[in-house]
C-alpha cells in the first residue's frame, strides 16, 4: 500500500513570503496526486490535480501553483503569501483510476500572519 | 455541480448510544461515496467506501447505506465510545471525466462528534 510523506507540519508564514510544501509518495508508481485545502469550519476543497509528471490541473484560480518534477513528488507553491491562504493543507493519493482507495496525507497547518 | 451537505455540523452524545450522520449530494452520477474519519489536526482515515451499484456497506460497528437515486448516504455508529470521537466526512466521486478520469473528490463539510463518557 501507498504512504504519503507530507512537510512540515506546521508553517508559520508573514504576508507576502513565499511558500513550499513538499508531498512524496512511496508505495506505487505513477499515481494521480491531489491538493486539498481545508479552511476552518469548512469542508475539503480541491485545488489541484495532477495524473503525471508535469501534468497540472487547477480547480479553483488563486495565488497558489503546484509542480510535480518527479513522479511520486508534488509540490505546493505560492510567490507571495495572502492571508486568506491560512488553512490546513492535504496531499491524496491515487494509486490509479482504477481503484478506489485513496491515501491523505497528514497534512500542513498553515497560518499566515 | 456537485454538492455534498451533511448532516449534523455537530452532534454530542453519551456512550453506548447508537447514533446516524447524514449525507446528501446533489448529482446521482456518482462512481462511489466514501465515509472518512479525521482526528483534530490529521489526515483523513476512509472507513467505508461504497461503489454506486451497492446499498450498504458494513465494518465492525459502522455501517454505511447509500440511496444513489435520492442522493442520500448514511453514516450508521452502533454502541458509540469516546474513542470515536472525530469529525465524520463523507465525499463523493463522480462518474464520467472528472470522476473515472481524474478521480477527484467533492467533500461535505463533516459533523463534529463528541461521545462522552
Known amino acids: 500500500s501507498q504512504t504519503i510523506h507530507q512537510w512540515p507540519a506546521t508553517l508559520v508564514q508573514p504576508v507576502g513570503s513565499p511558500l513550499s510544501l513538499e508531498c512524496t509518495v512511496e508505495?506505487?508508481?505513477?499515481?494521480?496526486l491531489y491538493w486539498y485545502r481545508q479552511a476552518a469550519g469548512r469542508g475539503l476543497q480541491l485545488l489541484f490535480y495532477?495524473?503525471?509528471?508535469?501534468?497540472i490541473s487547477s480547480e479553483v484560480p488563486q495565488n497558489l501553483s503546484a509542480s510535480r518534477p518527479q513522479d511520486r513528488q508534488f509540490i505546493l507553491s505560492s510567490k507571495k503569501l495572502l492571508l486568506s491562504d491560512s488553512g490546513f493543507y492535504l496531499c491524496?493519493?491515487?494509486?490509479?483510476?482504477?481503484?478506489?482507495?485513496?491515501?491523505f496525507g497528514s497534512g500542513t497547518r498553515l497560518t499566515v500572519v | 455541480k456537485q454538492e455534498v451537505t451533511q448532516i449534523p455540523a455537530a452532534l454530542s452524545v453519551p456512550e453506548g448510544e447508537n447514533l446516524v450522520l447524514n449525507c446528501s449530494f446533489t448529482d446521482s452520477a456518482i462512481y462511489n461515496l466514501q465515509w472518512f474519519r479525521q482526528d483534530p489536526g490529521k489526515g483523513l482515515t476512509s472507513l467505508l467506501l461504497?461503489?454506486?451499484?451497492?446499498r450498504e456497506q458494513t465494518s465492525g460497528r459502522l455501517n454505511a447505506s447509500l440511496d444513489k437515486s435520492s442522493g442520500r448516504s448514511t453514516l450508521y455508529i452502533a454502541a458509540s465510545q469516546p474513542g470515536d470521537s472525530a469529525t465524520y466526512l463523507c465525499?463523493?466521486?463522480?462518474?464520467?471525466?472528472?470522476?473515472?478520469?481524474?478521480?477527484?473528490?467533492?467533500f461535505g463539510q463533516g459533523t463534529i462528534l463528541t461521545v462522552h463518557p
Open positions: 495532477s495524473v503525471g509528471i508535469g501534468q
Open positions: 508505495g506505487t508508481s505513477n499515481p494521480n
Open positions: 465525499a463523493v466521486r463522480p462518474s464520467g471525466a472528472g470522476g473515472t478520469s481524474y478521480g477527484k473528490l467533492t
Open positions: 491524496a493519493c491515487l494509486r490509479d483510476l482504477t481503484s478506489d482507495g485513496y491515501t
Open positions: 461504497i461503489q454506486s451499484s451497492q
